[in-house]
């Protein structure tokens, strides 16, 4: 299955008879000051023609204690609806991307596969690839009509906390996408425990990426991957802080020829329960 798109590829696409359904995920975590960044403004002030902006805290997250982490899957009747909003239909060919990298707009592009849609593509690069080849921006807000798509929740492999716990000591390959720091326990802006899920690897999304923002030769991702012990035969796990980046891993391992279980509680989930935490480099 096809996980990327090029800023050609969806112009053209975008002038067929049938063109793609494009959502936009501007969202980041923090800004300078802490300050919540306001994706929906950007949004506003310039995006690609047709696209519908995507709220990541409210369409593609649920909400729930902490325990369940800091961005718990949502319920298919809300994502369903998120769907349906963004006028997306069974047969609908998607396009997502973000402000930069996709590391935001990934957990719309594993959603919308879980969910039971076919042909869903991230926009390599993200909207600075559009840019870049000096294609129009349009103004204002998108409204599609609504759509009829039925979720169909699963069709991608996910676990949970309790399957974590026992995923390497089982043999199989657990990455933890977050910055190395994090992993090492050096430092946890945002969790209340420092650390990592023992037995896990550390690859952070950012090495998924060349300097331009586009994703990196599949040769160059399946060496990143194999050198952390991944084969066609291993089963393979990410997380990272909520199950936002680490769907980026996910779609990394894709392109390297990989499938790949996310583990959508990730760490913000298990530092809120009373589990094991391993400290120090990664053992791979």
């Known amino acids: 299955m096809a996980v990327l798109i ?52 409210t369409e593609l997250a649920g909400h729930g204690p902490a325990t369940e982490g800091r961005h718990p899957l949502p319920t298919p009747t809300d994502f369903q609806a998120a769907a349906r909003r963004w006028g997306v239909e069974a047969d609908s060919a998607v396009v997502v991307h973000d402000g930069e990298g996709n590391l935001a707009a990934a957990r719309a592009w594993w959603l919308l596969r879980w969910a039971g849609l076919s042909d869903v593509r991230l ?85 998924n990426l060349a300097d331009d923002g586009r994703f990196r030769s599949p040769a160059d991702l399946l060496a990143r991957f194999t050198a952390l012990g991944v084969t066609d035969q291993t089963r393979v796990a990410a997380y990272c802080g909520s199950g936002v980046t680490a769907a980026h891993e996910v779609a990394a391992l894709a392109i390297a020829g990989f499938e790949a279980a996310l583990y959508p509680g990730s760490w913000s989930q298990w530092s809120n329960q009373d589990r094991p935490v391993a400290t120090g480099p990664s053992a791979g």
């Open 123 to 207: 926009l390599d690069g993200a909207l600075p690839a559009w840019v870049a080849e000096g294609r129009p921006l349009d103004n204002g807000e998108v409204v599609p009509a609504p759509g009829s798509f039925t979720v169909t929740p699963g069709s991608v492999p996910t676990i949970d906390a309790d399957t974590a716990a026992t995923w390497a000591s089982q043999g199989g390959v657990l990455i933890d996408a977050r910055a190395a720091e994090r992993y090492r326990g050096e430092t946890e802006p945002i969790d209340p425990k420092a650390g990592h899920v023992p037995g896990a690897l550390n690859a952070p999304t950012g090495g």
């Open 6 to 57: 090029t800023a050609t590829e969806l112009a053209a696409a975008l002038d067929s008879s049938t063109p793609p359904v494009v959502l936009d995920v501007r969202w980041r975590l923090t800004v300078a000051g802490g300050a919540r960044y306001d994706g929906h403004a950007d949004y506003l002030s310039g995006h690609i023609p047709g696209a519908v902006f995507v709220d990541l805290d």
